[in-house]
């Protein structure tokens, strides 16, 4: 099972709003990760979180604050957005860079997120 | 400084093969990565290379030179479902961290 879920696929939030988006994964994975992506654009990292604990920090404005749960879960909290940060938000997960060579990242189907 | 090129756009007809280079100048190297990217979907991993030479997987080949700084991949026998976007992404070498730095993509439109 190479699978990695989100949820909402869609969500539509004023820049008042707080809410959040969610990832999960069964792989086994000690490594996940949020991207960012606009249209025509690569994923941006935003954040990488090893063995459930915050390693990057690309620098995000702290109206985006990760948390991992637990080894299987990883959940980005909005708060007071700007409508810039419309994108598609993508999840990722990967063996432990540090211990496997092999350590591709399986990407979820995102989450298309419209700041209004 | 981290950079990485690939071509913005590419042609090629159905049945034919294509050939998407990449060339990377980055301050370390953990292995160099090949995705693709359906319009509207997400990222799906391809190939990986981290020695220099070429990995077959199918009809999708990636070859990779490390004192170049040069890879390539290759799809053979194009298919219509093959229009999509390449992502080519160089592991970050400083830490393992598992972050990639990635290209801005080729798009590669196959035509009947």
């Known amino acids: 099972d190479t699978e990695v879920t989100q949820t909402p696929k869609h969500l539509v939030m004023g820049m008042t709003n707080k809410k959040s988006l969610k990832c999960e994964q069964h792989m086994g994975h000690r490594a996940m990760y949020w991207y960012k992506q606009k249209a025509k654009k690569p994923p941006e990292l935003m954040f990488v979180?090893?063995?459930?604990?915050?390693?990057i920090n690309e620098s995000v404005p702290s109206r985006f604050s990760p948390e991992c749960p637990n080894s299987s879960l990883l959940n980005l909290h909005l708060h007071a957005l700007q409508p810039e940060d419309s994108a598609l938000y993508l999840c990722a997960s990967s063996q432990d860079p540090h211990r496997d060579l092999k350590y591709e990242q399986y990407f979820g189907p995102g989450t298309r997120l419209t700041v209004t | 400084g981290q950079n990485i090129d690939q071509p913005t756009e590419m042609t090629a007809t159905e049945g034919a093969i294509v050939q998407i280079n990449c060339t990377y100048q980055?301050?370390?190297?953990?292995?160099l990565f090949w995705y693709q990217q359906h319009a509207g979907e997400a990222p799906t991993f391809l190939s990986y290379?981290?020695?220099?030479g070429l990995e077959e997987k199918g009809r999708f080949s990636s070859f990779l030179s490390r004192s170049k700084g040069y890879s390539y991949l290759l799809l053979k026998e194009l298919q219509m479902k093959d229009s999509a976007s390449y992502l080519c992404a160089v592991g970050d070498g400083s830490g393992n961290t598992g972050k990639l730095i990635f290209g801005q993509g080729t798009t590669l439109q196959v035509k009947p």
């Open positions: 290379n981290v020695l220099d």
């Open positions: 980055t301050s370390g190297f953990n292995g």
């Open positions: 979180y090893s063995y459930e604990k915050l390693s």
